[in-house]
């Protein structure tokens, strides 16, 4: 199982952080959440944690998650 990171953004940081870099926000999206680690990516995550951004760890899908069994 992996782990997997994710900057969580105060309301309407993703928007300028895309303006600020001439980005759009599926580029500024995918920085976030790591799915990218080029020099642009580094640089909107930095930017990021500078506007109050979170990082946080992700579990996998089923983590944390109660299993509920249903009888008819």
Request: charged share 25%; hydrophobic share 40%.
């Amino acid at each position: 199982m992996t782990n997997r990171k994710k900057i969580l953004l105060p309301y309407g940081a993703g928007n300028r952080i895309a303006e600020e870099f001439g980005a759009n926000r599926a580029t500024v999206s995918a920085a976030l959440n790591f799915v990218t680690n080029s020099y642009l990516a580094r640089a909107i995550r930095s930017r990021a944690m500078e506007l109050g951004g979170k990082e946080v760890e992700l579990g996998s899908a089923a983590e944390g998650q109660a299993c509920e069994s249903r009888e008819g």
